[in-house]
C-alpha cells in the first residue's frame, strides 16, 4: 500500500490549537460498524456506548516538559526536544540548530549547568546531562511542554495541566497519549457507577511519534522505538472482561501497540521492553474491541493503525463526515468511538 492510499482534505482551521475549557466538553464520533451506525455525540455521553463488565484500558504515562534551551560554547542557540530518556541524565534528544554540533560539544542550559554531544544515530543526538539533578528533575525545573509541531503557538501555564491526563503517573513521554485529554474525574466516576472496569498499560510515548512516513510503500516505514510495559495484572483484567463477555475498549493507539507488542502467537503475555510495532491495514489486531481515539494526521501511521482496525475506506469516510461536520482535529481536537465489525 502506498501512504498517498492514506491521504484526505484538511482544511487548516480544523487543527485545534488549544484545548476546551472543559475536558468531557469535545465531540464524539461514534463509529458503530456492526450496527452500521455512525453518530455525532458529545464526549461525555461515553457511558451511554459502554456496558457494565466492559474493560477501558489507559496509557498512564506522564509527559515531561520535554524541550529545552541552551547555548552552543560558540554562542549559537540551541533548541532540545528530549525524544526519550534513556537513563539518569542522558537522553536521545532532537536539536534545532542552525550547525550541528560535533561529538564532545557542549551546550550550557539556563541554570548554568550544560549537556554534552555523545553522538548522533539516525538524525537524532545523544546527550548526556552534566548536572548534579537527574534529568527528570531538571527538565521540571527548565523544561517547557512538548506541543506537537501543528500547534502553531508557544506552550503557555495551562498546557502543563491540559497536555497530561488526569490519571498519568508514570513520567517518560514527551507527547501525550492525547484520547486520554478528554477524560476528567466527573466522567471517570460515571464510567465507575456504570459498571465500567479501568486498566492500566505504560507506553512512554516518543516525539518521533510526529515523523513523517517518508517511504511511499508504507511496507518500507521503519517505526521509531519506544519502551513499553504490560503487566500480569491487566492481563489477568483482559482474561475476566472477556470470559465474562465484556469488552476491551483501548483508549488511545499507544494502547492498541502496547497490547499487541504483548501479544504473540495469539496468546497475550506480560512483557516489559522496547517496541517498533507498525500496524496497517492487513495486519489483523486481537487485542482490543473497540478503540477511542483522536483524528490523526493525513498519511500517517497512527490513521494506518485504525484503518487496520475497521477499514481503509471506512475510516477515511468517517474522517470526511469529520471534516464536514467542523470536527475539531488532532491532540486538542475531537474523538472518535470505533467500535469495528465482529467486535
Do not use: C
Request: aromatic letters at 8%; zero cysteines; charged letters at 25%.
Amino acid at each position: 500500500m502506498k501512504k498517498s492510499d492514506f491521504n484526505f482534505d484538511l482544511p487548516p482551521e480544523l487543527i485545534a490549537q488549544a484545548p476546551l475549557p472543559e475536558r468531557s466538553a469535545s465531540r464524539l464520533l461514534l463509529l458503530d460498524a456492526a450496527a452500521a451506525k455512525r453518530q455525532d455525540r458529545m464526549f461525555r455521553e461515553l457511558p451511554e456506548f459502554l456496558n457494565p463488565g466492559d474493560l477501558l484500558v489507559f496509557n498512564d504515562t506522564r509527559v515531561l516538559p520535554a524541550r529545552l534551551y541552551g547555548r552552543k560554547d560558540t554562542g549559537g542557540a540551541v533548541e532540545i526536544l528530549i525524544e526519550r530518556v534513556t537513563g539518569a541524565h542522558e537522553a536521545v534528544v532532537q536539536l534545532g540548530v542552525s550547525k550541528k554540533p560535533k561529538e564532545g560539544g557542549r551546550i550550557e542550559l539556563a541554570d548554568g549547568s550544560h549537556a554534552t554531544v555523545l553522538g548522533r544515530d539516525e538524525g537524532f543526538f545523544r546527550l548526556r546531562f552534566e548536572s548534579p539533578e537527574s534529568l527528570e528533575r531538571l527538565l521540571l525545573k527548565l523544561g517547557e511542554m512538548p506541543l506537537p509541531p501543528y500547534i502553531e503557538r508557544a506552550a503557555d501555564a495551562s498546557d502543563m495541566e491540559r497536555y497530561q491526563t488526569v490519571y498519568a503517573r508514570e513520567p517518560g513521554a514527551v507527547a501525550a497519549p492525547t484520547a486520554g485529554l478528554h477524560f476528567d474525574e466527573a466522567l471517570l466516576a460515571k464510567l465507575h457507577e456504570r459498571g465500567v472496569d479501568f486498566g492500566y498499560v505504560t507506553l512512554h510515548v516518543g516525539a518521533g511519534t510526529f515523523q513523517p512516513v517518508r517511504a511511499d510503500d508504507i511496507s518500507d516505514h521503519h517505526m521509531h522505538s519506544e519502551w513499553l510495559n504490560v503487566g500480569a495484572g491487566l492481563i489477568e483484567q483482559i482474561h475476566r472482561t472477556r470470559a465474562a463477555g465484556g469488552r476491551v475498549i483501548a483508549v488511545g493507539t499507544t494502547v492498541v501497540r502496547a497490547l499487541e507488542s504483548a501479544t504473540a502467537e495469539g496468546q497475550m503475555r506480560p512483557f516489559a521492553g522496547e517496541t517498533r510495532i507498525f500496524i496497517f491495514p492487513g495486519y489483523k489486531i486481537t487485542s482490543i474491541d473497540g478503540l477511542i481515539t483522536n483524528f490523526h494526521l493525513p498519511q500517517s501511521t497512527l490513521l494506518m493503525l485504525v484503518s487496520a482496525l475497521a477499514g481503509r475506506d471506512y475510516m477515511l469516510d468517517a474522517y470526511r463526515h469529520a471534516v464536514e461536520q467542523r470536527y475539531r482535529f488532532f491532540s486538542y481536537g475531537d474523538a472518535m468511538l470505533i467500535l469495528p465489525q465482529g467486535a
